[in-house]
Nanobody, 118 residues
């Protein structure tokens, strides 16, 4: 089992920045991919960014150039630096950890709310 706890959400004005953190514990050795997803009111959950072995990253087109995913393996923590936020970024942001072997298992945090509003 893997436990994930997000933090860092809150209210920010358009154009502002936030940094989300995801602290992982448990069977972390089994995790191959970690990522951030978000779900806005009335919409499906969508991938924001992922990071995998060798620190390979990929981003949703809507956040490229504005968001940066990173991790500190020593602290078992993943981050999402969000810059130039706009109201369309308002959502609950979820931390995800994915195990690939022997079969795919997804672990989720409870989410942290990010509200972009003036």
């Amino acid at each position: 089992q893997v436990q994930l706890v997000e933090s860092g959400g809150g209210l920010v004005q358009p154009g502002g920045s936030l940094r989300l953190s995801c602290a992982a514990s448990g069977s972390i050795f089994s995790i191959s991919v970690m990522g951030w997803y978000r779900q806005a009111p009335g919409k499906q959950r969508e991938l924001v960014a992922q990071i995998s072995g060798g620190d390979n990253t990929n981003y949703a087109d809507s956040v490229k150039g504005r968001f940066t995913i990173s991790r500190d393996n020593a602290q078992n923590t993943m981050y999402l630096q969000m810059n130039s936020l706009n109201p369309e970024d308002t959502a609950v942001y979820y931390c995800n950890a994915r195990r690939l072997e022997p079969f795919i298992v997804d672990y989720w945090g409870k989410g942290t709310l990010v509200t972009v509003s003036s």
